[in-house]
Structure formats: C-alpha cells, structure tokens
C-alpha cells in the first residue's frame, strides 16, 4: 500500500459543502491534501441510507469521515463501517457549536466532557486499525484561558490512544450564536495551539481557522505539524494550486484551471449518466474562476436553474466559454 501524505494540509469538513463531488473536484488541485467529509451523525449511518453517506471515489483518498455522536458502542460500529468502505481516518468532531447539534448531546459541548470524548475515541480505536483524530475548539462559552484547552487535551490523549488533535483556535460559544457567528465572532487565539503543541510535542497538531493563503499555512507550520484550510478552499479552491509544491515538495506541473474543469468534466458525465443532477456538481465549481475576467459570467451559468435541468455537461464548456483563465502554471 502506498504511503499516506502527512496532514500538512486539510481541508475543513463543512456541512453542505464538502460532499464527495467538492472532495473529487479538490483533488483535481491537490494530490495530497487530506479531504473530510461533512459531519455525519452516527444515527444517519447506521438508521440511514448508508451508501449516501458512505460513498466516496477511491481517487479522494486521503479522505477522512467526520462523525459526530457521543454514544460509544455507536460511534465505534460506525467507525468499524468507514474502515470497511476504505476510509483512511475517523474524525470525532467536538467543534460544532449549533444547537440542534447540541440537543443530540455532541459537538463542541463535548468539550466539557473530555473523559467522554476519551470513552468515544477509545471505543473506536478499539475497532479499527486507521487513525481515530478529534477537531475540537480551544474553549466553550466564556472560558478564555489556555489550561481549559491543555486540560482537555491532556485527559483525552492519557485516557484514549488518540495523538492527533486538529483544533479550530476559536471558542465556541454555545448559546446566542449562529454557527456562521461562532465562525467569525469569537477571537482567534493561535498562540493557544503553538502553546499546545510546544507542551505536547509527541502529539500531532493541526490548526484551524480563519487561513485563507499558503503564506498564512507556511507561517503557522513553523509552530504545528498541519493547517486546516475551510471557507478560503471551498469559494476560492484554486488558491491553493501551489499547496503541493510548497508544502509536499511536490513538483508536478501545475494544472491551469482549464485543466482542472477538463479533468473534472469525466466524473460529471459518469455522474449524470449514474442519474445525479448536474446542479450537485455545478455548485462546487463556482469558484473555480474567481478573480479572472468572466468570473461573474460563469457563476451565473452554473447557477442558471433553467439550464441546468438539462443535465447537459455541455453547459460547463460553454460557461468555459465565457472566462478567461489567466492560471499560474509554474512555482514562482
């Protein structure tokens, strides 16, 4: 088997968005960034439909799937269940600050509970053999200090075999915000997760929240082992064409954007055919062109209503049409 890249790069798991057609078009931009599933309940897997949920194109790999749930026995049969359907890691998310999360008892509230979250994680190690990883926030409501973060970490890496932590530098406030809110709202405290990673240097630690450039990764990799990249890779995806080279040392000819839609216009003709609408694709893309002239053209087109029930890959060549792309195609 094929080693595994490091998790220098990540991106983020966002609901609604980072779906198995965004996670095959992102890796048309990157060859070794590691994809996260959007939050999956474990009630969804294992009462739901679980080709839905589980279903990935082996070209993502590395993929993670994200789970959220706090009942032991169900997060460990589901994480026994992403290793059978190929997936490279289990992510436990005690980062989601909504409240309807809440009312299911996981997410970022979890974060009061570490010796649960040590129970969790352990009862999936227990299970398989790929990594079991948290993401979690540095505090909850309006804990400030950086002993919260460190005491939760600490009692959850004794008390379960999980060494990777991705830590989103923000607080979740658990009442009075939206999740967009939380997101935005509460400080970034990155200094927190330097601090982290300087008292536990036998763990692997990733940072996230609020980096939108590689310069931004670069310079936080001086004090971590991995970024965490979220909004930033999803509207404006090709931002990160370089991610391979600076941070893999990976010196494959850049693809230009025209090359990334050509590469992707394959897996949406088979998806169509599979009977998936064109709309579930388009709307991955529309960022592809950001900043080039067209741009504005082109999202119109993939997000016309009317031209899209067609289900005609077509369209995407004709929005193509329409821009310009001014690509980097070479490491300055």
Known sequence: MTALPTRRLAIAPMLDWTDRFYRYFFRQISRHAWLYTEMVNTGAILHGDRERFLRFDPLEQPVALQLGGSDPADLARCAKLAEQWGYNEVNLNVGCPSERVQSGSFGACLMAE????????????????????VKHRIGINEVEHYDYLRHFVEAVARHSQTTVFIVHARNAILKG????????????????????????????????????TLE???????????????????????????????????????PTRTEVLQAFLPFVERELQAGVPLKFMTRHILGLFQGCFGARVWRRMLSDASRLKANDPQLLLEALAQVVDDSIVSVS
Do not use: W
Not at 118 to 126: G, V
Not at 200 to 211: A, S, Y
């Open 114 to 133: 570490p010796a649960l979250v040590a129970e969790c994680l352990q009862a999936m190690q227990d299970q398989v053999s790929i990594p079991v990883t």
């Open 177 to 212: 915000l939206s999740p967009k809110e939380n997101r935005e709202i509460p400080p970034l405290k990155y200094p927190y997760v330097y601090q982290l990673k300087a008292e536990f240097p036998e763990l692997e630690i990733l940072i996230n929240g609020g980096i939108t």
């Open 216 to 254: 931004q990764a670069e310079a936080h990799l001086q004090h971590v082992d991995g970024v965490m990249i979220g909004r930033e890779a999803y509207h404006n995806p090709y931002a990160l064409v370089q991610a391979d080279a600076r941070l893999y040392g990976d010196d494959h000819p850049l």
